[in-house]
């Protein structure tokens, strides 16, 4: 048999394994490079039938593909993706190869046969750099994500530590400045009026009292906000979360400042329901209210008016506190909310402002899950919004 095929020879010096059978589907040929990766030598497996001696291809799905082949049809693919191996081959650590199969027809005139050639491909090596490629693609992006998120790690950080050193620097401002000024007054007039007391008048001794009172309003304030906002930065207030009508909170906070409002000439009113339960921390948020309405007292004229409302908007309470007052430009605005940036602005009879209720307001609103904004323009007014999570039982 191996005479009368010698012209196959040919295949044995090609990196492919080689199988040849006739329409009996007995193998006739077996090159060198399938010897190497089945540890079949030709002469075990040469004038064998294909079927008996690889009994997993004695199957329907092989042996009508191979007879329509034989027959003269088109070539078939059986990859290991989708078949056992067509021979089972291996590497020389007896790990299975992965082989690609492909059935071709062929016809040699000067026998005049038909035969079906077997090529069989190693794509085990391929494979194995493909994974490889695959790992390392992986590790890349790996790499890539740790170090995006180490930025960011690090821009967090970065942003944190400007924080920290905004809210150092504001601290040490306040002692400085807004502290030490006006205990410094209290100081000089509390000795001009010691060593000088039997030469003033109970007038005089009068004039120089009444500013020291507006002064000491001033800066009890001062230090009320000052301690509140240390207390938050150093984690020392807990916040006790339960369920009370905001309703009652507004009414008491505007009665407490009708008067101040009254002095100053300035309406204030209320546009808001008998009940509107909220699920917040009641100190904090009574806090909040009495900064913004105090704030809108300090910019709006006198003959001016401030209107408190509240209402629902979806899971929420919506308070708005809006003035006729001062107004205010956009930059002004953008450094409402900002520790790290300082800011104070005089009132409309030139009261003075620590920069701290703002930025206490805002902590203590989103502490408690809201939000806080405002809509202002120079010269009409503002409006001061804030939101706190309503009770679930609220319609109850």
């Not at 079949?40 to 039938?49: L, R, T």
């Not at 000089?188 to 007391?197: A, K, P, R």
């Not at 039997?198 to 120089?208: A, G, N, P, R, T």
């Not at 809006?322 to 030139?350: A, C």
């Amino acid at each position: 048999m191996e005479e009368k095929y010698l012209q196959f020879q040919i295949f044995n010096s090609i990196p492919i394994g080689i199988c040849i059978i006739n329409t009996n589907f007995q193998i006739i040929f077996w090159n060198k490079q399938l010897e190497i990766w089945t540890n079949i030598h030709s002469n075990d497996i040469v004038g064998k039938n294909l079927f008996e001696s690889f009994p997993h291809l004695n199957s329907p799905k092989y042996i009508i593909p191979i007879s329509s082949v034989l027959d003269g049809g088109p070539p078939v693919v059986f990859s290991t993706q989708l078949h056992k191996s067509f021979f089972p081959s291996y590497l020389p650590n007896m790990q299975p190869r992965l082989l690609h199969t492909t059935v071709s027809h062929c016809t040699c005139p000067l026998l005049n046969e038909n035969f079906a050639v077997i090529s069989v491909e190693d794509y085990t090596y391929l494979s194995y750099r493909i994974k490889e490629h695959k790992r390392m693609r992986d590790q890349a992006l790996q790499e890539v994500e740790r170090r995006k998120k180490a930025e960011e790690d690090l821009r967090k950080s970065e942003a944190q530590l400007r924080e920290l050193n905004a809210t150092k620097d504001k601290f040490f401002s306040i002692i400085a400045h807004d502290l030490k000024n006006p205990i410094g007054a209290f100081k000089n007039v509390l000795e001009l009026l010691y060593e000088n007391f039997d030469e003033f008048s109970k007038e005089e001794i009068l004039e120089f009292i009444e500013p020291l009172k507006e002064s000491s309003n001033q800066l009890f304030s001062l230090l009320e906000n000052l301690l509140i906002w240390a207390r938050a930065q150093t984690g020392r207030i807990q916040l006790e979360f339960v369920e009370f009508n905001l309703i009652n909170l507004i009414e008491n906070n505007v009665s407490l400042l009708k008067l101040q409002a009254e002095n100053k000439q300035i309406q204030l009113l209320t546009e808001i329901p008998e009940k509107l339960m909220v699920f917040a921390d009641l100190n904090s948020i009574n806090t909040v209210i009495r900064n913004i309405i105090s704030n809108a007292l300090k910019f709006t004229y006198p003959g001016g008016k401030i209107t408190v409302s509240a209402r629902e908007q979806d899971d929420f309470a919506l308070v708005c506190v809006e003035d006729t007052g001062m107004g205010m430009n956009e930059e002004t605005k953008s450094k409402l909310f900002r520790i790290d940036v300082h800011h104070t602005s005089l009132g409309t009879n030139q009261e003075k402002g620590t920069g701290l209720g703002l930025i206490i307001c805002k902590e203590f609103v989103e502490a408690n899950g809201g939000k806080i904004w405002v809509e202002s323009e120079e010269g009409k007014g503002s409006k001061f919004f804030f939101t706190v999570p309503l009770a679930k039982t609220h319609n109850d």
